[in-house]
């Protein structure tokens, strides 16, 4: 099974950015076998899964962050990333990435994710 370590949140200013690496390990370094989504969490609130991107390299992206976010895979270095532009406070959460092997349409069924990272915006 596919491990996955996320890394690169931090603390940012309003307007600012911060790109997330999520780095796959698996017997034969083989990412793009995965559809995968990036989704965050922030207490009392609902996990949102707001980046999905498909074996292809379709994507689709919430409402919340379209225009503002693109995520992309690297298969050469096994690693998703996740770019986000003009952040927000309301963007600040633990931000994980997480992977499956099937969809269904433009619905990735995920199955793994990572232990996370922190994402601060302050305004």
């Known amino acids: 099974q596919v491990q996955l370590a996320e890394s690169g949140g931090g603390s940012v200013q309003a307007g600012g950015s911060l790109t997330l690496s999520c780095a796959a390990s698996?017997?034969?370094?083989?990412?793009?076998?995965?559809?995968m989504v990036w989704f965050r969490e922030t207490p009392g609130k609902e996990r949102e899964e707001f980046a999905t991107?498909?074996?292809?390299?379709?994507?689709t992206y919430a409402a919340s962050v379209k225009g503002r976010f693109t995520t992309f895979k690297d298969n050469a270095k096994n690693t998703l990333y996740l770019q986000m532009n003009s952040l927000k406070p309301d963007d600040t959460a633990m931000y994980y990435c997480?992977?499956?092997?099937?969809?269904?349409?433009?619905?990735?069924?995920?199955?793994?994710w990572g232990q996370g990272t922190q994402v601060t915006v302050s305004s």
């Open positions: 997480a992977a499956g092997l099937h969809s269904y349409g433009s619905q990735c069924d995920y199955t793994t």
């Open positions: 698996d017997t034969h370094n083989t990412i793009w076998r995965y559809c």
């Open positions: 991107i498909l074996r292809d390299g379709s994507t």
